[in-house]
């Protein structure tokens, strides 16, 4: 298999976190890493449309030449995979609480993330927009609160004690803001506790460059 990938990228991050996650927890996947550069605008030229039609990444290529081009469905497919220490485990319940969490980061926190880190600073030259910044930060302020209540209970990942998607994806997401020198995180401890905590982890190591 082959993933095709750009650092500091979030959705390309947060699958290279899960697969190094993943590694530490002893499955080897043998997936060869290959960077398109999206600076140079690689993404949108027809070797990589050939890939992925829609010119983003991360792109995942399957053994059988196919490809799976959303973050999310590429996470899905390597668990099911690999489900010898897969990282969704557990009753109905749990996973029930662990899709939710990693919906409600994704949706709510990183994805706003992402377009507040263009609208600041934009690595890709866009213009800055501080009115849509000011409204996706206002935006996140409910979900970072929410993810803050979570940790109050002592836990020291957003699931608990192993590391879960949503921690993968909210990591992603916020080493793309430290690079743009933008803070969404405000006077919430236990987030920058928790922060300071996954990126000391040996497959945060391995991946974060920022
Ligand atoms: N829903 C997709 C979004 C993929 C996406 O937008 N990737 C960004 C990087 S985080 C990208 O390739 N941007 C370059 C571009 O749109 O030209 C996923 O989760 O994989």
């Not at 890939?51 to 081009?69: H, K, M, Q, W, Y």
């Not at 590429?74 to 969704?88: C, R």
Request: charged letters at 25%.
């Amino acid at each position: 298999m082959k993933l095709y990938k750009v650092a500091l990228a979030p959705n390309p991050t947060k699958v290279m976190l899960y697969i190094a996650e993943r590694e530490q927890l002893g499955t080897q996947m043998g997936i060869e890493q290959i960077t398109v550069n999206t600076v140079k605008g690689h993404q949108r030229q027809p070797e990589h449309l050939a890939r992925n039609p829609f010119g983003t990444l991360p792109a995942l290529e399957l053994d059988d030449g196919s490809f799976i081009v959303e973050s999310l469905a590429i996470i899905h497919y390597l668990e099911d995979k690999f489900p010898e220490n897969s990282i969704i485990r557990g009753t109905a319940e749990e996973k029930g609480h662990a899709r939710d969490i990693e919906r409600i980061v994704d949706l709510r926190i990183s994805g706003p993330m992402g377009g507040l880190g263009h609208a600041t600073k934009s690595p890709l030259g866009l213009p800055p927009d501080p009115e849509r910044a000011r409204q996706l930060s206002a935006s996140m302020q409910a979900p970072l609160d929410y993810l803050e209540a979570l940790l109050s209970d002592g836990r020291s990942l957003l699931l608990g004690e192993t590391a879960s998607i949503a921690d993968c994806t909210l990591q992603a997401s916020l080493q793309f803001l430290r690079f743009v020198e933008t803070d969404a995180f405000g006077e919430r401890p236990l987030l920058r506790a928790w922060d300071q905590r996954y990126r000391e982890r040996p497959a945060a190591q391995t991946v974060l460059k920022w």
